[in-house]
């Protein structure tokens, strides 16, 4: 599979369903973290509890894939249009989609202690990938425009380091993962615009 993502090239994406696809994925993945994260109050729960807890499990399951399969595309599309053949990148970015999946498949639940460990590490793997793929695209930007890449760089560090506040102001719940999915979204919206041509 990995060898494959190498050989991507532009035509493969640089179709007109495809755009529209690029466009869809950009309302989806907020829409449906929204209508997902605020079963309940996201303030009283994480989308993991809300999931594996209150009787959402399928709806959790459905949510994780179809979020972290959207993510995948938009930016695997992105990274191809652009030029950035970083395997590293790609390969990231694939396991971003791999843990997001183990995340919202693997329970976590009081009386399984070792799983709900586990759940939390795929969770936590899922950000460090994703954030890390981005990094290299940034970096890989700083040859080709570098307020691009000075921009996109703060934009990154104001999503990922807002959610970690959000934490820690709100506590585990879902008010930090609403605002990670929310603000990730907005930004590959701005960083499309920035790095594609209209």
Known sequence: MFKRLQTLKKKDFDRAYLNYLAVFALIAIPLFTWLFGTRESPLDYTLSMIGNKLGYRINFITWGVSVGLLLTFFLLRLYVLKSFRNPRARRLLIWSLVFLILTVLIPAVEHLPILKRLHAIAAVAFGLSLTASLYMFIRYLHSIDEKVSIRSMWFLLLVVFGSILLF???????????????????????????????
Do not use: D, H
């Open 168 to 198: 820690f102001l709100f506590g585990n719940t879902g008010v930090f993962e609403l605002f990670f999915f929310f603000s990730i979204t907005l930004f590959l919206f701005v960083l499309s615009k920035w790095v594609l041509p209209e």
